[in-house]
């Protein structure tokens, strides 16, 4: 029987399979080029969400103290002795669970870090070192913050600073003590807002907010 | 046909092995690496909210009579009264509520430490274990100067002590509460300056557990209110509160007319959580102590939340204290705090 199947199909055999071959493999090759880029760019989601989550988790936000014009915020890292922490100040505020922000406070705001020199501290004025592309500013993996109110004043990116943060020995995590000396009352809508923004990647995460009363007079 | 079936099935298995293996199974191990990754750092952010709020030092500055041999320059006392270690870190010096000096604690050019009588050279920052007392002599101010501050201690975990309040860097010399003034006026005290406010989103406050310490709330947004309160009683007895213990606020609407609006009594966890206030095990507050009372809820006994007003205006608020002292039913109304909303 098998020798009659055989004779049937005489010469054109071994090319048709080889053609079969070759084609379940370029399937099978596609297929799994298909599910190896999905697990690819799946496991970077992940890999951004993780880092996104463990900042949350580990920035601590503190406000020390006020007097009106002048505010002390601690912002501290748990998970390492050294750190580069990265904000901006700006005006907004949360309407229904999102952050809408309305506009920089760089003209009305001067941003000091407090700095360590025989056994005083003294103010250090720090400027915003590098401004980001609004468009690549997300506030998770899926949200891009929306920027139609900055856009709306002509505004495409918004101003970063930059800072460095050293632990002494015997102690836990790294921080950085900021004075924001506001110089003009705040009025309209919105409110003072410290950002800390995390660079992954070309992308910037916002990874904690942390909302500040309004400066009414001076 | 049946050899072609199962090459056929030999190589399906083959692509689908390496699927599993290559990717499935790696990207699986990988979830669950990142999941077990993602819980640790959760359990260090807890831990050390929680820890922030077992910090408990007292902390005050000595008076002349208590330094010996006198000096001419101010000290200050810290006891560990809580259950876990606390390193400090900074000593802030307050002005005119302006930060006029900011003291690092290992430099001993400008302080001397002394921890439990044993003075420490420096280079260190001072860690107090529970009953540890840590005494600073602030060498960089003279007595004379000392009158026109206020001082803070900074802990590692960013915790400035007192926590209620503030020290003069030289005590004052009457600190004697006229007694007479709880029989006029009712057991209960307000700390007044200690008013904050809080962003309460139905679960939780937030920022917890400072608050915003402002008299200016944003229109329309949904918030708790916190003051600490002190128990003055002349019979020296123990307050017990219940549900009913609410904040009242007359506000100005859209007429003439005043509104009205009740935020009541809650409880709030170690991390900022609320739930409604159990009567069963209620906030006492003994005779010279004080407590944090948050009123955030619409209703007694309920954890819902009430909204200040949706247009700006000024809010005339009242504090009703209701409970029992010695099992008796008190009841005590405090004219409150002015609001603005904004």
Sequence with gaps: ?218 | MFDRRCQAGVVGGIIIAMLVFSIILPLILYYQRMAEYNTAQAEIGIKYLEEQAREMLNVRALSLDEVTPSLDCPVIEAVNVGSIPVTLKRIWLIKSSKVDMLIDLSEIDLIDLALNGENLTGGEVPTLQPGYTLRITVKIISLEDAENYVFYLESDRGILHPRRGVQPLIPSESEEFPENLSEILGPTFLDFFSFRWYLYDGRSLTPWPYGYESFTIPTGSTVAFGVYVCNKDPLKRTIRLDEYTHMWMYYSGSGEELKKSEFYIVGVDTYGRVYPYDPDKPITIDYDQVALLVFAAKDPGSARGNNVPSSGGVGYTNLLIHGFVDGLPFSQNIPFVGITFT
């Design chain 1, 1 to 218: 029987m098998m020798f009659k199947v055989r004779s049937k199909l005489g010469q054109a055999e071994p090319v048709s399979i080889v053609i079969l071959t070759g084609v379940v493999l370029a399937i099978a090759l596609a297929v799994y080029g298909y599910f190896a880029s999905q697990a690819a760019i799946a496991s970077y989601r992940q890999r951004v969400q993780a880092e996104i989550a463990k900042l949350k988790f580990n920035i601590v936000v503190s406000d020390l103290y006020s007097n009106g014009t002048d505010r002390y915020i601690l912002i501290k890292r748990l998970d390492t002795s050294m750190a580069r922490i990265t904000f901006s100040l700006v005006l907004g505020e949360f309407y229904g669970g999102t952050l809408l922000v309305y506009n920089t406070l760089t003209d009305m705001a001067q941003v000091y870090v407090l700095t360590y020199s025989g056994g005083l501290y003294t103010d250090d004025q720090i400027s915003a070192a590098q401004s980001i592309p609004l468009d690549r500013l997300y506030t998770s993996i899926d949200t891009p913050l929306y920027s139609g109110y900055l856009r709306g004043r002509g505004l495409t990116y918004i101003p970063v600073y930059y800072q460095e943060a050293v632990e002494k020995p015997g102690a836990r995590g790294c921080d950085i003590l900021l004075h924001i000396k506001f110089n003009s009352p705040i009025t309209g809508s919105g409110y003072p807002m410290l950002i800390v923004i995390e660079p992954i990647g070309d992308e910037y995460y916002i990874v904690d907010v942390y909302q500040l009363p309004k400066v009414s007079t001076l």
